[in-house]
């Protein structure tokens, strides 16, 4: 009984297997040949193409949420390698520039020869031909026609020929394939985006998609700040394995500290298209993440404003309006909240125009800033250096008072000529004389003599150690590139110290070497009384789910990316009356008529602190003004610079602006002493 039903079952089982052997054959026979020729035609006739949908940039904003670099998506062109003759090829590439050109959009020029008259652009020619094989002899019109014959371009107009071998050229510069595109255009109008749709059929391998692009809607604006994006160099894409040929990179500033920040994380779109090149249909498999949001703790009113007065400052200078002539042409504003340390504008002079870089700078506009002896890619704030001069004064006047060298009754009168050193007898810049004065007479009269005896008097090495808590001469580790140090005048630097070079330190002449951040930060600890301050201009990260990047994480992330070693300065214990001595010092400098920056705020309707300072150079004396305001309650403190600018008192009203946008003033109603001396005028 066991035996039949083995057996049985045995029959059903063959049975079934040669049941579904024969559905398998006969399916196989419909495939291959009842339908064979049908789905061969069909498989033919479609590609499938995988493209990568870029996400889209995170913006960077001002504090109060306004867009100082945005990302908007754009309609862009791209080309990819179909089954066409080389005929073909050709005449839809004519039809495709012709069609960009009657709309008013540009398609990607890298054919270094012009036409009418034939002559070679801004490139190597001897370079060039040798990478594409060309007889070294041949002139712009030789090489022309050789490409005419290379690209098989049979047009006999010169205009359309040059059109094709144009984007023959792109193409072969970036090389493509049937899943590889090249982008012909980018940011074309609706009507040429609607025109290939409507011909898509005339268009073979063309596809148009949606793409972002990072655009700068207030211009120039804090550009040293926000830096720029670009196409990612071979360097780059080496030191970024998830980065792919051509994606857009930051490169300075913001752009380039927070990349990893701003990026965002691409899709995944998938195209179908006929073997002709034709898309058929299209969908997305994984949907592009935009960037995360930076916000700055600049403010875009405040910004806009200290640019306009820095540069109309140096301009005047220039033209001779504040005193005589001045080759000033280079300079930096910085202003900083006394309190918390968030830099609320940081301005370089000149600014450049960042939207230049994003597809690619061209050969001209590079060349442009390239050969601009102001050097307008530099962040002067940062990557700029000058001794003090005059502002120096108040570390030598605190020096002074907290080693009891002085006290703030000591008087010290000026004889002009400093002899204490038989080798080194430096003299007041004023010939008269400022006669017996203490503390706070000398810094309003910035008198040389005074801080001569004074630095004697506390030696280099507290001047030294004040300083140093200051965080001159020190890294302060603001999250931007390419910040340098500078140089802090004292024994560590010269082995072979001497006391005439204490003197010189202590008008802060010598190897004193600051950036303009340094001394915007020295000037709010002197306002706020001593307090370090840790100097930001990061507010937020915002992440697009609506969550805060922390604090610790964008801390660590800085300090890792730029190296830094911690916070410059440190706390320093003053007592009161060290305080009071040199901040009525300089108020005396704004508020007094003997006061080296009076003419620019005798009508101001706010009390100031400030201090100006003269340095000289072998190249020309440089101006600065540092100070703080309200003087009673500070808030603000703001580090002026201006290479060649001459004495300190020509930088003052760039500070007087940006004192009264900030504090809203109407300050076009604030009038100028211009009736002064040249006396006064050359004051240190």
């Known amino acids: 009984m066991n035996k039949d039903k083995s057996k049985l079952r045995y029959n059903i089982l063959i049975t079934v297997i040669y049941i579904i052997g024969i559905i398998l054959l006969i399916s196989l026979f419909n495939l291959q040949i009842v339908h064979g020729e049908e789905y061969r035609q069909t498989s033919n006739t479609r590609l499938t193409r995988e493209k990568t949908i870029t996400a889209a940039r995170g913006n960077i904003l001002d504090a109060v949420g306004n867009k100082l670099v945005s990302t908007s998506m754009v309609y862009n062109v791209e080309i990819y390698k179909t089954k066409i003759d080389t005929d073909t090829l050709n005449n839809t590439l004519l039809l495709i520039a012709k069609t960009l050109e009657e709309n008013g959009d540009k398609y990607k020029d890298l054919f270094p020869i012009k036409i009418d008259p034939f002559e070679f652009k801004n490139v190597n020619e001897e370079n060039w031909k040798k990478a594409n094989n060309i007889d070294n002899s041949y002139n712009a019109e030789q090489c022309f026609e050789f490409f005419k014959k290379r690209y098989k371009v049979n047009i006999e107009d010169v205009q359309d020929a040059r059109r094709i071998i144009t984007l023959r050229y792109l193409i072969e510069m970036d090389g493509y394939s049937n899943t590889k595109s090249v982008q012909i255009a980018s940011n074309i109008s609706n009507a040429s985006y609607a ?23 207030y211009g120039e604006l804090a550009s040293h700040i926000l830096g720029y994006v670009g196409i990612i160099s071979e360097p780059e894409l080496k030191a970024h394995a998830e980065y792919k040929q051509n994606d857009i990179i930051g490169k300075t500033g913001i752009e380039k500290v927070f990349e990893k920040y701003l990026r965002g994380k691409d899709g995944i779109k998938q195209i179908d298209m006929s073997v002709d090149g034709i898309v058929t249909d299209e969908y997305i498999s994984e949907p592009a993440v935009t960037g995360s949001d930076v916000v700055l703790t600049i403010d875009a009113d405040l910004q806009k404003a200290t640019e306009e007065a820095l540069a109309k400052n140096i301009q005047d200078m220039q033209n001779g309006i504040l005193a005589d002539a001045r080759e000033a042409n280079e300079g930096s504003a910085v202003v900083v909240n006394v309190r918390t340390g968030e830099i609320l504008a940081m301005a370089s002079y000149p600014n450049y125009n960042p939207s230049l870089f994003t597809n690619g700078i061209s050969n001209e506009n590079w060349a442009v800033y390239r050969d601009d002896t102001r050097h307008p890619l530099i962040n002067k704030a940062i990557s700029d250096k000058s001794a003090p001069g005059s502002t120096f004064k108040m570390v030598t006047a605190i020096a002074g008072l907290e080693s009891k060298a002085i006290n703030v009754n000591t008087r010290i009168y000026d004889s002009v000529v400093y002899k204490f050193y038989k080798d080194y007898q430096p003299k007041c810049w004023s010939s008269r004389g400022h006669g017996n004065i203490n503390v706070s007479q000398a810094i309003e009269h910035s008198c040389n003599y005074f801080f001569y005896e004074t630095g004697r008097l506390a030696g280099i090495d507290k001047i030294a150690e004040i300083a140093t808590a200051f965080g001159l001469g020190q890294k302060t580790g603001i999250e931007l590139p390419d910040e340098i140090s500078g140089t802090l005048s004292s024994p560590a630097v010269d082995n072979e110290w001497t006391g005439g070079k204490t003197i010189q330190t202590s008008i802060g002449q010598l190897y004193n070497d600051f950036t303009p951040l340094q001394m915007a930060k020295y000037t709010a600890m002197l306002a706020n009384g001593g307090k370090n301050l840790d100097l930001t201009i990061i507010k937020s990260i915002n992440n697009p789910d609506g969550t805060k990047v922390s604090r610790n994480e964008i801390d660590s992330y800085v300090t890792e990316t730029l190296e830094k070693s911690g916070n410059s300065g440190s706390d320093i214990n003053l007592n009161a009356e060290t305080v009071n001595a040199v901040k009525t010092g300089m108020k005396g400098v704004t508020s007094d008529d003997g006061g080296t920056a009076y003419r620019y705020f005798r009508n101001f309707h706010i009390e100031v602190g400030g201090k100006t300072g003269t340095a000289s150079t072998q190249s020309g004396d440089n101006a600065w003004f540092v100070g703080f305001a309200p003087f009673d309650n500070p808030e603000i403190a703001v580090a002026v610079y201006v290479k060649k600018g001459g004495h ?16 809203g003033i109407n300050s076009s109603q604030i009038t100028e002493d211009t009736a002064i001396d040249s006396y006064m005028q050359s004051v240190r």
């Open 195 to 217: 025109k290939f749709n409507e011909m898509s059929s005339s268009f073979s391998g063309v596809s148009t998609y949606v793409g972002p692009t990072v655009s700068y809607p």
């Open 648 to 663: 300190g008192g020509n930088t003052a009203p760039v500070a007087r602006e940006i004192f009264a946008q900030y504090l």
